[in-house]
């Protein structure tokens, strides 16, 4: 424990990835090897579920500290992570010292215990950790017991550190360390030995990610080099066929095989040692349905038969990653993709695997056509792969970019404000916007991101200065500030006031020369609506 | 009728007809402190403790009428006894002490209880009537022992320096970077000051006070500075003025930097805790060792922290809405 919070606290001082990677490599160097993959875990987010309610976290501290919970609730509004709160309002005092002997182990085999421990069990088991850890180590030991534990650390960052590490290349190490593995029983041994790699079928291999497009198009070269995709808005996905067992990975490496059913009858159709890469999408006579429609699939637990028949799901397949149980990620696309048309064309597998379809254009501007009416070919732009690209790891350049379609956007007013988390604590960055509906402003989106730290700090400023009300963590502001926003899609939506949702909105700029009676109406939204075509789908 | 009240200009005392820290143009103003926010241009004539009197003439020109008094000195104004009593907050920095028909009135401005080594510490102020600041009004702040934090300071800029890097400290020009100047490790390296440091220093040479440091000038051969300790106002982050101190790491002093977010979000290396302010334990115990029964709550988190006192110490205790900043950090 102490040396993890060690490292902790480097990797919290410094700016640098090469000081972070050092930080985590001088741990593993040093832990204990049971440890070891502990702190692996948490540093990928891989962490054990929260083990106590959060509300009875902020009753037990507030006893300890001697406050009443109201005021518990005021600082965390102010410092904007729960687990930093719970540390501060401990008030100085005397700790017992970490024994040096505590390990990572020891403290999660408690953490989850306390999971099926009774209330009364639980609160005993964090006081004694409260009691006997301060400052940092209680600040970490917090983070275990809360929310998710985000300490400045890439996933690529700790790769790189494991990587050095066991000495393996980081293509490996990433390889090994995909899924949501659980460390009380995996070792460095079951998660880095070459020969105990057979056991792990089920492991999807790591996505190759598309940086998006900056530069001009025709600086990619001659198009005839490239193999031009629809970008669909689905959920990417690997299917994995081994051992007779089929596994349905999402691109957030969770496994998702028991939500998408309609895969099932393919562990029976498709050759084992197959492993296909595409969008998972909603898809009906033909066509890929909006978006909202998967949104009704994932997140249930149970998949009711109506929701089968209203969202059926298909795989548009872009790539084969590993056929005959080969892995053939370092083939040429063309060839791939060869193989996955023979593929998609020899089994019987058209009503739920579909071959991405190759866009074929004369030239560069013709596809700039495309990709600016993408819209309408219920695409939201285009994906460019060069033909002979290899299947990367990870987010790289080069050989994979994704084009997609302008935004669309809309001017709306700042009607409320809220303090954002981490980095925005007690900064007022989260923002609800609204639109003129008949001399009214309707709320209809709320968005975080787009500004600048310099912006944000400038619009916080007339925050507090242009307040009308408080309501708890919440402001509603004069409606003075107009906001460009942008978004990727809009569906009617019976949930929100406003009768529509925004998929994706954030800020695009802030419109200082705009006055708040010049914003964006119902009737712009409406007029989205129709053109794009969802006017009468409802989500639900 | 309250013997303070707050109006448009600022706290106003009617009975003797002055204002306290006002933020509009007055006739006369008692001035607790030499904070921008509570020492304002246009006073008719400013009252201030007598090592309060160069920091004015710096920031608002030597031709304003100012009285210099000292601290426990009684001034009779218009029937009110006015006195200055050492705030422990930055050199100069006073409680004002009012006096008239057997209530006592007191005004903390901004006050802390922990010496700093430089500023005359604070005393405790008996009172009925205490107007105190909310700054670090919340039980999340409690501060770490300074002595601890300048440790902690010398240990990280001996290790710079030994790796060649330049160490640059962001500490605000008046309080805070006398307290550093101070503090550090002067064995060390060489210590330079930023133009608006320098001029504080200098300006508190003329009241008896010196400090370590070296203004920088145009002459300096910045690119041989190694291993050296700069201090500079926070304003000074994000400017391209940093750059020529490469390579250097950067450290900000702040009681904020108690906060995680708060450090983060401004991408400095090291966030050292050091505040001019009072902590949450600092100004519980001011509010139950003046014995006042009446609280009046301004600058910070005003809200939470009067109900608070209304609940825990069974005191009267009001929001009190002033202009006074609650940002520690002092924008010059």
Known sequence: MIDFVRMFEAIDTTTKTSAKVDAVLTYLTLAREEDKVWAIAILMGNKPKRPVKTADLRLWAAAAAGIPLWLLEESYYIVGDLAETLTHVMPPRKVTAIPVDLSLFQVFTDVSHMRLASPDEQQDIVLRYWQMLDSTALFVFNKFLTGNFRVGVSRKLVVRAVAKYTALDEATVEHRLMGKWNPFEESMESLFNPDLQSQKHFLPYPFYLAYPLEDDVDALGPIDEWILEPKLDGIRGQLVLRAGELFVWSRGEDLMTDKFVEFQPLKDILPPGTVIDGEIIPWKNGAPLDFAVMQTRIGRKNISKKALESAPLVMVCYDLLEWDGEDIRTKPLWERRGKLITLLADFPVSDVLKLSQQLAFDDWSAAAAYRREARRYLAEGIMLKRKDSHYEVGRKRGGWWKWKTDPMTIDAVLIYAQSGHGRRANLFTDYTFAVWDQGELVPFAKAYSGLTDKELLQIDRWIKQNTIEKFGPVRSVKPILVFELAFEGIQRSTRHKSGVALRFPRILRWRQDKPASEANTREDLEQFLVKAGSGNSTAR | ?332
């Not at chain 2, 020109?61 to 601290?71: F, N």
């Not at chain 2, 006015?82 to 008239?100: D, E, K, M, N, T």
């Open chain 2, 1 to 332: 009728m309250s013997l303070l009240t707050v109006n448009e200009n600022g706290l106003f005392c009617r009975q003797g007809d002055f204002y306290i820290d006002p933020w509009k143009p007055v006739k006369t103003a008692i001035i607790s402190h030499g904070h921008s926010d509570h020492m304002r241009f246009g006073m008719g004539n400013y009252i201030c403790h007598h090592h309060t009197v160069p920091l004015l003439k710096l920031r608002l020109g030597s031709e304003q009428i100012v009285q210099g008094v000292s601290y426990g000195e009684v001034l009779d104004i218009n029937g009110v006894q006015v006195s200055f009593h050492p705030a422990g907050h930055i050199i100069g920095s006073a409680q004002i002490r009012l006096s008239y028909n057997d209530e006592v009135w007191l005004f903390g401005g901004d006050y802390k209880i922990v010496p700093d080594g430089v500023s005359t510490p604070y005393v405790c102020v008996p009172c009925d009537h205490f107007i105190t600041e909310s700054t670090f009004g919340l039980p999340i702040y409690n501060f770490p022992d300074p002595a601890e934090v300048y440790a902690d300071m010398n240990a990280w800029w001996r290790a710079n320096a030994s790796e060649g890097y330049n160490t640059v400290l962001l500490a605000y020009a008046l309080g805070k970077a006398q307290n550093v100047l101070t503090h550090v490790d002067k064995t060390i390296g060489d210590i330079y000051l930023h133009g608006a440091v320098a001029n504080i220093n200098d300006a508190l040479i003329d009241v008896g006070y010196s400090f370590a440091g070296r203004r920088i000038s145009d002459g300096l051969r910045r690119h041989e500075v190694r291993g050296a300790l700069i201090v500079a106002p926070p304003s000074a982050l994000a400017t391209p003025w940093l750059r020529t101190w490469t390579p250097y790491r950067i450290a900000m002093c702040s009681g904020w930097m108690q906060l995680r977010g708060a450090r983060r979000r401004r991408g400095v290396d090291r966030g050292f805790v050091l505040s001019d302010h009072c902590d949450w334990q600092q100004l519980n115990q001011a509010i139950v060792q003046t014995k006042a029964r009446n609280i009046y709550v301004t600058h910070g988190y005003e809200q939470a922290f009067s109900r608070w006192v209304r609940e825990k110490h069974g005191l009267q205790a009001v929001v009190f809405k002033t202009l006074y900043s609650d940002q520690e950090e002092e924008e010059l």
